[in-house]
């Protein structure tokens, strides 16, 4: 929630986000983390919590000029004990800079890239192997029959001459 949720041109420092969910740590802010791209970057985006309760937290962002314009995934991470904190959970994507009609956040569905191996190209290299093959094949057996055919010298509805030489 919140006027960056709605529009990235409103994603800028200082804005708050608010994040739904559930299991968040109440008892102080600094017990959740929300992480916004590469947190162990030179020069992080920052969202520094502000307010939590177990459904909801609050942040604001600390957003440094070379990282003004992007999508960046957004995670959170939830304290599980005083030393330990829990895996870090997929909060959608922040949108910087994409203008007043993009929203400044985005789901987790994210359209992915299609694989290199896409199922469709593979499908389509089986068919034309199989094809190819069969073809090769039907060649080398009538080669085989017309190399290897019986020789008579026979003539059509006569008897065959048969030529005996002695030794």
Avoid: M
């Avoid at 593979?122 to 190819?132: D, K, Q, W, Y």
């Avoid at 509805?157 to 030794?167: A, G, H, K, L, R």
């Amino acid at each position: 929630d919140g006027s960056c949720a709605a529009a990235s041109v409103k994603c800028v420092t200082g804005a708050q986000l608010i994040f739904h969910g559930t299991n968040f740590n109440p008892l102080q802010p600094s017990y959740n983390d929300v992480v916004v791209g590469d947190d162990v970057a030179a020069n992080p985006i920052l969202c520094r919590l502000t307010a939590a309760t177990e459904t909801e937290l609050t942040c604001v962002l600390s957003i440094p000029r070379d990282k003004e314009h992007g999508t960046y995934p957004i995670r959170v991470r939830i304290r599980a004990s005083g030393t330990e904190w829990g895996a870090a959970q997929g909060a959608g994507f922040l949108v910087l800079g994409a203008g007043e009609h993009v929203p400044g956040w985005k789901p987790n569905d994210v359209p992915q890239p299609v694989p290199v191996n896409d199922e469709k190209k593979s499908n389509t290299a089986l068919v034309v192997g199989l094809v190819l093959g069969s073809i090769i094949l039907v060649l080398l057996l009538a080669i085989a029959c017309l190399y290897f055919r019986p020789f008579h010298k026979c003539r059509k509805y006569d008897e065959c001459e048969v030529t005996y030489t002695s030794p």
